[in-house]
């Protein structure tokens, strides 16, 4: 099974910036899409950014022009490079390999039990 580790988060103020990372073990991350999603307290866990094995993006409306997907399949890793943040971008941030329906935001995610999610990194927006 898939190993995924993300990293990057932390405080920031409004407006500011943090790059997340996605560590994943094994080859999938070579043949699969690549989805960031955030949960925010008392929310459901939601798409933030898609990016496929070729470089085509997906983003959520609240993060366009704001958030930019990338990643290195040689070495099995994702991004998500956040501007300009607002509060209410505080959540708890995962990756994940996805299918295609899932890229488009047709399908949703597993639910947050299923072991696929790694621990996912904390990003609070607050002055």
């Known amino acids: 099974q898939v190993q995924l580790e993300e990293s990057g988060g932390g405080l920031v103020q409004p407006g500011g910036s943090l790059r997340l990372s996605c560590a994943a073990s094994g080859t999938i991350l070579t043949i699969s899409a690549m989805g960031w999603y955030r949960q925010a307290p008392g929310g459901q866990r939601e798409l933030v950014a898609a990016?496929?094995?070729?470089?085509?993006?997906n983003y959520a409306d609240f993060v366009k022009g704001r958030f930019t997907i990338s990643r290195d399949n040689g070495k099995n890793t994702a991004f998500l490079q956040m501007n300009s943040l607002k509060p209410e971008d505080t959540a708890v941030y995962y990756c994940?390999?996805?299918?295609?329906?899932?890229?488009?935001?047709?399908?949703?995610?597993?639910?947050?039990?299923?072991?696929?999610w790694g621990k996912g990194t904390l990003v609070t927006v607050s002055s």
């Open positions: 990016i496929t094995n070729d470089g085509s993006t």
């Open positions: 994940l390999p996805i299918s295609t329906p899932q890229y488009m935001g047709i399908l949703p995610p597993p639910p947050p039990g299923d072991s696929v």
